[in-house]
């Protein structure tokens, strides 16, 4: 049988750094904060397009304006 000096050479850093953290927060916790990383560079680039699109609705609005 595996004693924990034993599992620390088995396993690998990263994963003993993740098993501690669900450790201590817990699991949902955990995966709330996985998604929420794996999300932010698409989230990023929502935040981009609304931003654009926000200055092309309002070059629009303008022309329209001057339609008038």
Do not use: C, H, W
């Not at 070059?59 to 304006?65: D, F, K, N």
């Amino acid at each position: 049988m595996l004693n924990e000096r034993d599992l620390k050479v088995v396993i690998p850093q990263g994963v003993q750094m993740v098993a501690q953290f669900i450790k201590e927060v817990g699991f949902p916790i955990f995966v709330a904060v996985y998604v929420l990383m794996r999300l932010e560079p698409v989230l990023s680039n929502i935040n981009t397009s609304v931003a654009e699109l926000t200055k092309a609705i309002a070059v629009l609005s303008e022309r329209i304006a001057l339609m008038r």
